[in-house]
């Protein structure tokens, strides 16, 4: 399946819900989320304001493609999570899966705010920190799968994450038209095993999939 922000933004969600394969509970979680969102909208600037008209596909959708590529995974991280994507997402549909949680580190104070209230009315099985990531990576040693979107250069994102990588962690980074650039810069710099997937939800768009890093070059 393929999708993209056009179309009308009912028929998007029942698409996006219909391919999820959520339960009632769970849509219902997704709504609310929505609801938050496009409420602190006007007060916080959580998002783009023109990717709010297309929020199930361009957030909700975007997001949710990150669980298939990690069935099996539990312990989830994502840094720099803003207004909840893909962290608090991926909490919200994730917790039908056993044992499944998500930990969000975010540095902004009033994006924190809007976290903690929305886990609260959600019942997502995730905890908000309200931190610079240096700062707290080392408390997330054992996560399994690691998160981050629109937050950094991938290279950046290695230097943040290469202890989690190196202790068995993979990272998932979906990353717009530049990544290949991104690849290269990140190359000078790093030893690291990376792949390429295709998002679902925009053509231009990739998931860089980094399963180890080995460290600086020299």
Request: aromatic share 6%; charged share 20%; no cysteine.
């Amino acid at each position: 399946m393929t999708m993209h922000a056009s179309g009308s933004r009912a028929v998007s969600r029942d698409i996006v819900l219909r391919e999820a394969g959520v339960s009632r509970e769970t849509a219902a979680a997704l709504d609310l989320y929505v609801a938050q969102l496009t409420r602190w909208q006007s007060i916080k600037n959580l998002v783009g304001p023109s990717t709010l008209a297309d929020v199930w596909s361009r957030h909700i959708a975007d997001s949710l493609q990150l669980l298939a590529l990690a069935p099996q995974a539990t312990r989830w991280l994502d840094l720099g999570s803003g207004a909840g994507i893909p962290g608090l997402i991926l909490a919200i549909a994730g917790r039908e899966r056993p044992g499944f949680h998500v930990d969000l580190v975010e540095s902004n104070g009033r994006k924190g705010a809007f976290l903690q209230e929305t886990v609260r009315l959600t019942g997502a099985p995730a905890r908000i920190h309200v931190a610079r990531i240096e700062t707290v990576i080392a408390r997330f040693a054992d996560s399994q799968i690691v998160t981050a979107r629109a937050l950094a250069p991938l290279s950046q994102l290695l230097a943040w994450t290469e202890p989690l990588l190196k202790n068995g962690a993979s990272g998932l980074f979906p990353k717009g038209r530049d990544v290949l650039t991104e690849l290269t810069e990140a190359g000078e710099r790093w030893k690291f095993d990376a792949d390429l997937i295709p998002s679902r939800t925009d053509s231009e768009a990739r998931i860089v999939r980094v399963s180890s890093v080995s460290g600086l070059l020299p």
